[in-house]
């Protein structure tokens, strides 16, 4: 009708590996409806279905390893069948509706579920079925502000909320044998609040400023039977931070700009990264429990820089900068394709 579009597509992917053990197999759809309800309004819903069947693992190689012609795997690989099945579905849907030539609103809301199953090569299986949903609400706008500057602003709010329920346990054979060793509801939530305006300072300047608020929460319930060898591992942390950003450009010329900008950036643990700590008494093992002693990491970014274009054919761009990070997410510990993360103190 001239008011709807469409845009669709569907892939499928096979291949049987150079390796034993490395056939894959996947499916993926992706579409996008446009509907114009009104001149000033536009809907879209979108469309996203991943279904990986499976992935055998033939798993790294040592140095002997690679130089051998036939590329061998171990066999522990073969007799516990490595391998890894995923599936997701995601639909969402965005309104946007402009109020005049300055001002603009964009609501977004999506949804979905994943499925993650894989048998690892040392006969231990690791499933989790995670949902998801989040929404996002959003202005633009510009306008003329101190005896005429022009500005150009936007502000918005992001909430996301994703569980997942991990599940663990013997596999040997490549198949699920004996009772499950790990049962937990993961949950991760956020919620942000955001603005960013760029100011026109006359002809030749520019001002950045923006400011980011964020507010997170992670949490895991154990549902497993509390023993003296398997403490409860139920926790939960909250993390809070507030990032700023400024920047200046002079346009000294009308192909040559200077600029400087500041930052700060922060950065909080998955919760993959905080499913496991080291065993006590230990110093190889893990063990399967929330790991509430990881600090989210903050950054400090600083940054010189131009942009220039000499020529219809050339352009040279030039920065100089640096980051400073406290408590970066690193790994502690690696151990039968399990990792547990610590804090660096310093980058």
């Given at each position: 009708?001239?008011?709807?579009?469409?845009?669709?597509?569907?892939?499928?992917?096979?291949?049987?590996?150079?390796?034993?053990?490395?056939?894959?197999?996947?499916?993926?759809?992706?579409?996008?409806?446009?509907v114009d309800a009104k001149p000033d309004t536009r809907f879209k819903f979108i469309v996203n279905i991943f279904d990986m069947p499976i992935a055998k693992d033939p798993i790294g190689l040592t140095k002997d390893g690679l130089s051998t012609p036939d590329k061998v795997v171990s066999t522990s690989?073969?007799?516990?069948?490595?391998?890894?099945?995923?599936?997701?579905?995601?639909?969402?849907?965005?309104?946007?509706?402009?109020?005049?030539?300055?001002?603009?609103?964009?609501?977004?809301?999506?949804?979905?579920?994943?499925?993650?199953?894989?048998?690892?090569?040392?006969?231990?299986?690791?499933?989790?079925d995670r949902r998801f949903e989040g929404l996002g609400l959003q202005a633009n706008g510009k306008g003329s502000v101190l005896n005429g500057h022009k500005v150009t602003w936007v502000a918005g709010m992001d909430y996301d909320h994703a569980q997942e329920q991990r599940q663990a346990g013997a596999?040997?054979?490549?198949?699920?044998?004996?009772?499950?060793?790990?049962?937990?509801?993961?949950?991760?939530?956020?919620?942000?609040?955001?603005?960013?305006?760029?100011?026109?300072?006359?002809?030749?300047?520019?001002?950045?400023?923006?400011?980011?608020?964020?507010?997170?929460?992670?949490?895991?319930?154990?549902?497993?039977?509390?023993?003296?060898?398997?403490?409860?591992?139920?926790?939960?942390?909250?993390?809070?931070?507030?990032?700023?950003?400024?920047?200046?450009?002079?346009?000294?010329?009308?192909?040559?700009?200077?600029?400087?900008?500041?930052?700060?950036?922060?950065?909080?643990?998955?919760?993959?990264?905080?499913?496991?700590?080291?065993?006590?008494?230990?110093?190889?093992?893990?063990?399967?429990?929330?790991?509430?002693?990881?600090?989210?990491?903050?950054?400090?970014?600083?940054?010189?820089?131009?942009?220039?274009?000499?020529?219809?054919?050339?352009?040279?761009?030039?920065?100089?900068?640096?980051?400073?990070?406290?408590?970066?997410?690193?790994?502690?510990?690696?151990?039968?394709?399990?990792?547990?993360?610590?804090?660096?103190?310093?980058?």
């Open positions: 009708t001239g008011n709807v579009g469409l845009v669709a597509d569907y892939s499928t992917f096979s291949i049987d590996g150079y390796r034993q053990q490395s056939s894959a197999e996947r499916k993926q759809l992706n579409s996008v409806i446009t690989v073969i007799s516990n069948n490595s391998r890894k099945t995923v599936k997701q579905e995601q639909v969402g849907a965005v309104a946007e509706h402009r109020v005049n030539s300055d001002l603009q609103f964009q609501a977004r809301v999506y949804g979905g579920t994943r499925t993650n199953l894989q048998y690892q090569s040392f006969g231990k299986w690791v499933g989790l596999s040997p054979g490549g198949e699920k044998t004996g009772p499950v060793t790990r049962n937990e509801l993961n949950e991760a939530s956020n919620r942000d609040y955001f603005a960013q305006a760029n100011w026109s300072l006359g002809e030749r300047y520019t001002l950045t400023t923006g400011v980011r608020q964020s507010n997170v929460t992670l949490k895991s319930r154990d549902d497993m039977p509390i023993t003296p060898s398997d403490p409860d591992g139920t926790g939960s942390v909250k993390y809070k931070a507030t990032s700023p950003v400024l920047g200046f450009t002079w346009h000294a010329q009308e192909n040559l700009n200077l600029y400087a900008n500041y930052g700060k950036g922060f950065e909080t643990p998955t919760l993959a990264e905080m499913a496991y700590l080291p065993k006590p008494g230990s110093n190889t093992l893990l063990i399967g429990q929330f790991n509430t002693t990881l600090n989210a990491s903050s950054s400090q970014h600083y940054e010189l820089g131009t942009k220039w274009v000499p020529t219809e054919n050339a352009r040279i761009d030039l920065a100089l900068y640096q980051i400073d990070t406290v408590d970066e997410i690193v790994v502690l510990r690696n151990s039968q394709g399990q990792n547990a993360f610590q804090n660096a103190p310093g980058t």
